[in-house]
């Protein structure tokens, strides 16, 4: 069975500043990897996704994620954080041939002016 | 209209009403889910529908009844519920894919939810 832990429940940077938001897997077979957004009032919205081949993987609104196998991590990166970036994001992953998705608890991330 | 659509947005019934929560997906999806959000709580898996067949049921309360006719339409039927289980319901779907080596590499993709508050 496959897990996923997101390390802080919120995440607080200032405007400008580096967003680096992070997340450990774990699974027994190669994993598909996924990161998640959601605004408020909204539903869930892929960010990207780590199948195979390139371990840096972009993503939309300047996000990326760089798989590391050897340190079981995808952890989540933007340079420079915006005020529309504020939201909850939730790392998954699925593995071993299941198509339904592992869920972290979230990290909600504030944007400070 | 595209995407995922769930109605209706905001539900506040009591504890003896009856009532049901709608999804619908124009994308082609064959796989259709039902997710618990609460405050404070990870995002729990409620069901599971491949192919209009119920293929999960995660221990579901049976005041909980869902309802696939097709594989676009989901519902989400409701009765005698509790206070707790005041949330955010949210639908979503996938193209599910068969035994294959892209099988893992399953997006989701998910309504706006259904905020039901129950008194």
């Known amino acids: 069975a496959q897990s996923v832990t997101q390390l802080g429940s919120h995440v607080s940077v200032s405007e400008g500043a580096l967003v680096l938001l992070r997340c450990n897997y774990s699974?027994?077979?190669?994993?598909?990897l996924f990161w998640y957004v959601q605004y408020p009032n909204q539903g869930l919205q892929l960010l990207l996704k780590?199948?195979?081949?390139?371990?840096l993987v972009k993503g939309i609104n300047g996000f990326e994620a760089e798989f590391k196998k050897s340190e079981t991590s995808f952890h989540l990166t933007k340079p420079s954080a915006h005020m529309s970036d504020a939201a909850e994001y939730f790392c998954?992953?699925?593995?071993?041939?299941?198509?339904?998705?592992?869920f972290g608890r979230g990290t909600s991330l504030i944007v400070h002016p | 209209e595209t995407g995922v659509t769930q109605t209706p947005r905001h539900l506040v019934m009591g504890m003896t009403n009856k009532k049901s929560l709608k999804c619908e997906q124009h994308?082609?999806?064959?796989?259709m889910y039902w997710y618990k959000q609460s405050a404070k709580k990870p995002l729990e898996l409620m069901f599971v529908?491949?192919?209009?067949?119920?293929?999960e049921n995660n221990s579901v309360p049976s005041r909980f009844s869902p309802e696939c006719p097709n594989s676009s339409h989901l519902f989400l039927h409701l009765h005698t519920l509790q206070p707790e289980d005041s949330a955010l319901y949210l639908c979503?779907?996938?193209?599910?894919?068969?035994?294959?080596?892209?099988?893992?590499?399953?997006?989701?993709?998910f309504g706006a939810g259904s905020r039901l508050t129950v008194l």
């Open positions: 780590y199948t195979t081949g390139a371990t």
């Open positions: 699974s027994s077979v190669p994993p598909y």
């Open positions: 998954a992953v699925t593995a071993g041939g299941s198509y339904i998705p592992t």
């Open positions: 529908y491949n192919f209009k067949e119920q293929t």
């Open positions: 979503a779907s996938s193209q599910e894919v068969a035994a294959s080596g892209n099988s893992g590499a399953n997006v989701l993709t």
């Open positions: 994308l082609g999806h064959n796989a």
